[in-house]
């Protein structure tokens, strides 16, 4: 691997702050060696429907010596592109179309999309509920594909948990083989290959690239979102299979405050970013 390829660079996602991302915050991560944000894409951290706050959030950000690499669009609140629903996935597709929008005024070139949410069904039925949600989910993306070219950005699928639409390895390979590989790649999350078993065996037969990724700790059982080396991911592992599939960087930490001050997470996640710097250098070498 040509190690000028790498970048070192580390970026936050925006909800480890309370409210919306203001110089106080951008100051902050600027100081704590962070340089570059995540948008979630969720009130109050940040409005997609509002018409000036994208162009307020890059200057903030260009002020402090910092960019915007990524929006994550909604997931929350009922949004869901593999909804049974045509008004709710309608509804989701524009969402992340939004989504898109605002992250181009930002100067970003990615949008995380989850390919759906929970699944409803837990017995026998479970599975025709998910080939079903799959489809809708390959249909929405294929409405999103042609606003993401138009906007220069690329969108990153998100690997999720086993009872998520997308989250067993026949569904998410499914997925990935309906997609446009030069518009759509992958979000490598790290806390849900920990809580999901058999991620790290499917990441290896992927043909889509890693083009971003939400790393972040556990301890196996659910999303805590914790900083890194402060639970039970292997991060030896993680490095090495990201890298692998031939992804260099920059590196997004998907870390929430978790009900603490966001300036004493941030200490801990400065910490965390260099351990990973080190482990990125001497993992790069041998692949």
Request: one cysteine or more; a negative charge; proline letters at 4%.
């Amino acid at each position: 691997m040509n190690e000028s390829a790498i970048s070192l660079d580390f970026g936050l996602q925006s909800d480890l702050f309370w409210d919306p991302l203001n110089e106080t915050a951008f100051e902050a991560a600027y100081k704590n060696g962070f340089r570059f944000f995540e948008i979630w894409g969720h009130v109050p951290w940040f409005d997609i429907y509002s018409a000036s706050m994208a162009n307020e959030v890059k200057k903030m950000a260009s002020d402090c010596g910092m960019w915007i690499r990524s929006v994550h669009s909604p997931c929350e609140g009922g949004s869901d592109i593999s909804s049974e629903s045509t008004s709710t996935r309608r509804k989701s597709v524009s969402e992340v179309v939004l989504s898109i929008e605002n992250c181009r005024k930002m100067g970003g070139t990615i949008v995380v999309v989850h390919p759906g949410g929970s699944l409803n069904s837990t017995d026998k039925t479970a599975q025709y509920e998910h080939d079903r949600r799959i489809s809708n989910s390959i249909r929405s993306f294929e409405e999103i594909e042609r606003i993401a070219a138009d906007n220069g950005v690329r969108i990153a699928v998100e690997n999720l948990c086993a009872n998520d639409v997308g989250g067993s390895e026949k569904h998410f390979l499914r997925l990935l083989e309906a997609l446009n590989p030069r518009i759509f790649g992958i979000c490598f999350d790290s806390s849900h290959a920990n809580i999901n078993p058999g991620t790290f065996e499917m990441f290896r037969r992927v043909s889509h690239p890693i083009i971003t990724t939400h790393l972040s700790d556990n301890h196996g059982a659910y999303d805590e979102h914790k900083p890194p080396f402060t639970a039970s991911v292997d991060w030896n592992a993680t490095i090495e299979l990201i890298l692998r599939n031939g992804y260099h960087g920059p590196w997004l930490l998907e870390v929430t405050n978790g009900g603490a001050d966001p300036l004493e997470v941030l200490a801990v996640m400065r910490n965390s970013a260099e351990k990973l710097k080190e482990l990125i250098c001497r993992k790069e070498k041998n692949i």
